[in-house]
């Protein structure tokens, strides 16, 4: 018994609401975040591929892909946009993550996701471009 | 009345370093992850088959780009940081999906995690050791 009120004092107990296990398929908002979510795997996927190729330098086995290797093309599709669905929603956020300071207020959102997508597009084009010339070196 | 106790003693309040290590790997690996591995898998992986060239044209070119040190470092931070990145959601995916249990959720840890940090060491040594 509380000495202050009197009252017995029992354990608490709180309501679990019960979450099943489907819960992402009741909203179009839910399903898109699980998709949100599962764009990593394609990404490591696609990474995974990469060291496989890096391992197959190593020890001496290494063939580039060709445009006869359809499945290889149809992988590396498909991993391309989830990894720019992972790029637009990462990079949708970094206006209401990121707070940069100047003085007594912030930089606006609006800026930083604009810099943002700036720089995406700035290393998609100049990344593209130093790794295709590099192809095209005489070595 | 419950004795004070200051913020800094208390055991509810302290912070988590681990989660706080892990999100701010996950936070980090996703921006670089973000801006820099689109344009690898579209010139590598869809460009290159369709014919134009690029640093895996043949084994000679893609030797040549992995043998710059600064190319090995990037290839495993980008790695590194991706696998991390991945690790933090998938944890959370799963757990949303129905790992809920407590022991279950320290061996989703374990696994996710040290999956990171293995398919990282495999990455070092690839890198590393090649050309």
């Not at chain 1, 997508?117 to 590099?134: C, D, E, N, P, Q």
Request: overall charge positive.
């Amino acid at each position: 018994v509380s000495e202050a009120t009197g009252i017995e004092e029992r354990p608490v107990r709180t309501y679990r609401r019960p979450l099943r296990n489907d819960w992402w398929l009741r909203r179009r908002s839910y399903f898109l975040y699980m998709v949100r979510e599962s764009t990593v795997i394609f990404m490591v996927a696609w990474l995974v591929w990469f060291l496989y190729q890096v391992a197959a330098l190593k020890f001496g086995g290494y063939e580039p892909p060709t445009i006869d290797d359809y499945a290889f093309i149809a992988f590396s599709v498909v991993c391309l946009f989830f990894t720019l669905w992972h790029a637009i929603t990462f990079l949708n956020l970094s206006g209401l993550i990121l707070r940069v300071p100047i003085g007594d207020r912030f930089l606006p959102a609006a800026v930083i996701k604009t810099v943002a997508f700036g720089g995406l597009l700035f290393v998609t084009v100049v990344g593209a471009a130093i790794m295709i010339y590099i192809g095209y070196l005489n070595i | 009345m419950a004795a004070h106790v200051p913020w800094h003693s208390r055991e509810d309040l302290k912070p988590a370093y681990g989660h706080s290590f892990w999100w701010f790997m996950f936070g980090n690996g996703g921006g670089i992850a973000a801006i820099f591995l689109p344009v690898v898998i579209l010139v590598c992986g869809v460009l290159g088959p369709l014919g134009i060239k690029n640093f895996m044209e043949d084994s000679r070119h893609f030797a040549w780009t992995l043998g710059n040190p600064l190319v090995k470092l990037f290839l495993l931070v980008l790695c590194f940081l991706t696998f991390v990145h991945a690790a933090h959601r998938l944890r959370y995916m799963l757990f949303d999906l129905g790992l809920r249990g407590r022991g279950s959720v320290m061996v989703l840890e374990w696994a996710c995690y040290g999956a990171a940090i293995v398919g990282t060491v495999i990455a070092a040594v690839l890198l590393f050791t090649t050309p």
